[in-house]
């Protein structure tokens, strides 16, 4: 529920609604910024790879 009101409030901000394709655009960006971290340490250390 609490995400669900965040997401209302922090939706109609008009920051956000003016720059919606930037917010997207970074939640995608945090969304695969996990698996680069993970692709870039085994590439410099295979042998601590997951």
Request: charged content about 10%; proline content about 4%; glycine content about 10%.
């Amino acid at each position: 529920m609490s995400f669900l009101l965040g997401g209302y409030f922090f939706g109609n901000l008009p920051v956000v609604k003016d720059n919606f394709s930037f917010t997207i655009l970074g939640i995608i960006f945090v969304s695969l910024l996990q698996g680069i971290i993970t692709y870039i340490q085994s590439k410099c250390n295979p042998k601590k790879a997951w």
